[in-house]
């Protein structure tokens, strides 16, 4: 295979792009030399081809809308192993940025309409082992930027509580799924509060794991130093079992450690809360501007029911919560997603990391023919980060970075005196659903990305996070979420089951 060589055109403007003034004569001596240049990468094209992956046959079927009631399968299909497991008969729906090998991969966004993965995340393959049944691709928002649901390419998602109302994002379709009572478990991603703000407004359960604890392998990514992917469920025992299945080394992802020994998330759940410490984060309610008092009265009283069952429960503050930790996160998300997401094409370069080169290659080109079509929230951040990083050379985002070990410092001092922090995931009630195509561009990233004050911070830091339904307020969900030490994803799943036992059964909207 021999690759295009480049025009007297093109090294003129990557020159120009990188403040390099060259003569005609310059610019010809560098098409020749870059052209020779190509000839390794002719060598690693013929190279790669000898090992790159073949999708499996497998079948899918893109529903009509009489067969998608939520608009929350982007496709469906009936993919299982046959394997024996702790997940038999369990009917996964996978965040349509999770790759599942030989099934359209959109990501919520026509720059990967058409896309086929060929090979299986490593989520999807520990769980297709573990003996589960992948029953379709869930809907996301486009390219994952979003905490409500109306900007996927494949049109809004509304709360299976009340169709006028948003489901949060972007695993909306996994949430709108579980919620209706379509499937039993789903794969949700969580780069702002992806897993759990969906599970709050649409009432069921969703869990950030410690960063690292799940591999990210196979996953679309938006920004490595807060990318993850977790499960979701209609209760705390189910959430545990998935977890269970899909935490561990998987040899690709370094972000992972290599001494890493997952807990025992099953026997966990079944642990009593007898003297568990419960920390009431002051600074996660009565936020100005944004609480709503009747979703903080609802979290408190649920804490509540926590300590009639032995809990011991105090007040706990950590004041950077409330002043610096979302901006922390924003500027890490906003110029790395830049930088990774769309001038890296998704896997970005200098990492050791699993990469999908024919999704970067397909992306690359889709981005560009599509630009116009991207939701004007994911444009908003490809533009405020690009300044970031030519106006000030991201040295912002290396700013944001060094502050984080003093924002994991400051909850860990917390979780030194308790062993879970407890908040409103999203103190607010859901907003009416919005029609992207009449949304202003202020409307449509205000309702995208308002939603993320208490969840994104946790992304930053890497604590696991589960949000639980604490009950209805006018008839929609209230989540509550409790976080944990890192890599003590148990506790919080123990806090998370007991809370459930006591309050009785979760109810869905089916």
Not at 134 to 139: C, P, Q, T, W
Not at 173 to 183: F, I, K, P, T
């Amino acid at each position: 295979m021999n690759l295009p060589r480049p025009s007297s055109e093109e090294i003129a403007a990557a020159a120009a792009h990188y403040g390099f003034h060259l003569s005609d004569g310059e610019t010809a001596e560098h098409v020749a030399l870059t052209s020779a240049a190509l000839n390794s990468y002719d060598t690693v094209a013929r190279l790669y081809a000898g090992i790159a992956p073949v999708s499996p046959p497998r079948a899918w079927t893109r529903p009509q809308s009489e067969e998608n009631p939520y608009n929350a399968w982007y496709v469906t299909s009936d993919i299982s192993t046959g394997a024996e497991g702790p997940l038999s008969g369990k009917r996964i729906a996978v965040k349509d940025n999770v790759a599942v090998a030989g099934i359209p991969m959109m990501n919520g966004s026509r720059s990967l309409e058409g896309f086929v993965p060929s090979e299986d995340a490593t989520v999807v393959t520990r769980l297709l082992d573990a003996g589960a049944t992948i029953a379709g691709k869930a809907v996301c928002e486009d390219l994952c930027f979003s905490g409500s649901s109306f900007t996927a390419a494949t049109g809004p998602l509304p709360n299976p509580w009340n169709p006028e109302y948003a489901n949060s994002g972007s695993s909306s379709g996994s949430a709108a799924l579980l919620a209706g009572g379509v499937v039993d478990l789903a794969i949700g991603c969580d780069q702002g509060g992806s897993i759990r703000m969906p599970a709050a407004w649409g009432g069921v359960v969703g869990h950030k794991p410690t960063w690292g604890l799940v591999p990210y392998s196979g996953c679309f990514p938006i920004e490595r130093t807060i990318d993850h992917v977790g499960p979701m469920g209609t209760s705390v025992s189910d959430v545990a079992a998935m977890l269970h299945v899909m935490a561990g080394r998987d040899g690709l992802d370094p972000r992972q450690p290599d001494d890493l020994v997952p807990q025992d998330f099953v026997a966990a759940v079944s642990q009593d809360v007898t003297g568990l410490r419960v920390g009431v984060l002051r600074e996660g309610f009565g936020i100005p501007g944004m609480s709503d008092d009747r979703v903080d009265d609802l979290v408190r009283a649920s804490v509540a029911t926590l300590e009639a069952v032995g809990a011991v429960v105090s007040d706990v503050s950590v004041p950077i919560h409330g002043d610096g930790a979302f901006d922390i996160w924003a500027v890490i998300a906003t110029d790395g997603a830049a930088y990774q997401m769309f001038d890296g094409n998704g896997y970005g370069l200098n990492s050791l990391g699993y990469t999908d080169p024919e999704a970067m290659e397909f992306f690359s080109s889709g981005r560009r023919a599509h630009a116009d079509e991207i939701a004007a929230n994911v444009r908003h951040i490809a533009l405020s980060g690009h300044y970031g990083l030519t106006r000030f050379g991201g040295s912002y985002y290396a700013r944001a970075r060094r502050l984080v070990p003093g924002l994991i410092a400051a909850y860990d001092a917390a979780l030194a005196d308790v062993d879970v922090l407890v908040m409103p995931t999203i103190p607010f009630l859901p907003g009416r659903l919005l029609d992207a195509g009449a949304a202003s561009i202020s409307e449509t990233v205000g309702a995208a990305l308002g939603t993320l004050f208490n969840t994104a911070p946790f992304d930053a830091t890497g604590h696991p996070g589960i949000s639980v339904p604490a009950g209805l307020v006018d008839g929609l969900p209230v989540g509550m979420m409790m976080v944990g030490r890192r890599f003590d994803d148990a506790t919080v799943l123990r806090a998370a089951a007991g809370y459930e036992r006591a309050a009785g059964p979760f109810l869905t909207a089916a």
